[in-house]
């Protein structure tokens, strides 16, 4: 499937870093040969045997967030703050071994692990039947994408674009603010500390149109919220959510 809306122009500086990231990258591979990211079998970062036994979550969620829940339908937060994301989804718990997956997929070799975790989340989109006509990965701030030189958001909405044909578009929205780690953050402060860090390409119009983000990792769901946000503004019809895994 052919990525959607046009890339903006990338400046110098952040070709000449994405460069020096693969020459380095590409470096490693050569030193350090991949190797499955669970069992480290060399040869792949994921090997069959260890996707085939990674246990998709399977307790029961809230219907909106999609974070394990017991009560109700919807989970207290969602009664009290319904979120903007009208479904958010997960594959799996944010525990190892896919944690060391989705580190693998981030720092080592991103492409490969993005393949193989890519048609997981493909195999178990279908089971949550969430309705799409674009998936938007969840952009890096572009000086952490050159870095790195890849988005695994984005990497991971490619793969997923293809295995069940809906178009993927890189470019709707955009990082304006070079936000902190949201790991080490407290609720609130996740919160305040994406606000207004999205803004959607210029004269977007997205009417009508069912838009599902993607990212690796759910923590609170507040950038997929300030996502969502933007969405809504210029014109979605609805904005859900589905990432590879959510913290418990
Ligand atoms: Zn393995
Ligand atoms: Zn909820």
New binding site residues.
């Given amino acids: 499937m052919e990525d959607v809306v046009a890339a903006p122009q990338t400046s110098r500086t952040h070709i000449l870093v994405r460069a020096l990231g693969y020459a380095y990258r590409w470096g490693l591979d050569l030193l350090f040969p991949p190797s499955c990211v669970v069992c480290e079998r060399v040869g792949v970062w994921l090997c069959d045997e260890c996707a085939s036994q990674i246990q998709p979550l399977q307790t029961r969620?809230?219907?909106?967030?999609?974070?394990p829940?017991n009560g109700g339908s919807?989970?207290?937060?969602?009664?009290t703050n319904p979120?903007l994301v009208q479904r958010s989804r997960a594959v799996f718990l944010y525990k190892e071994p896919i944690r060391g997956a989705i580190h693998a997929l981030k720092y080592r070799g991103g492409r490969q692990v993005a393949a193989a975790l890519g048609q997981t989340m493909a195999a178990s989109w279908l089971g949550y039947a969430m309705e799409a006509d674009l998936l938007a990965p969840v952009p890096l701030y572009p000086g952490r994408e050159a870095r790195r030189g890849y988005n695994q958001a984005t990497l991971l909405a490619r793969e997923l674009g293809k295995h069940l044909g809906i178009p993927m578009a890189p470019h709707v929205l955009y990082r304006v603010r070079n936000t902190l780690s949201q790991t080490k953050l407290s609720r609130e402060q996740r919160r305040t500390n994406v606000v207004n860090a999205f803004v959607c390409a210029e004269g977007l119009d997205l009417t009508g149109c069912r838009v599902v983000l993607i990212d690796d990792v759910m923590t609170t769901g507040a950038t997929l919220q300030a996502c969502a946000g933007v969405l809504l503004n210029v014109g979605a019809e609805a904005v859900n959510a589905f990432t590879l895994a959510r913290a418990p």
Wanted: aromatic letters at 6%; glycine letters at 6%; proline letters at 7%.
């Fill in positions: 969620v809230c219907t909106r967030c999609g974070r829940w919807i989970c207290r937060e969602c009664e979120p």
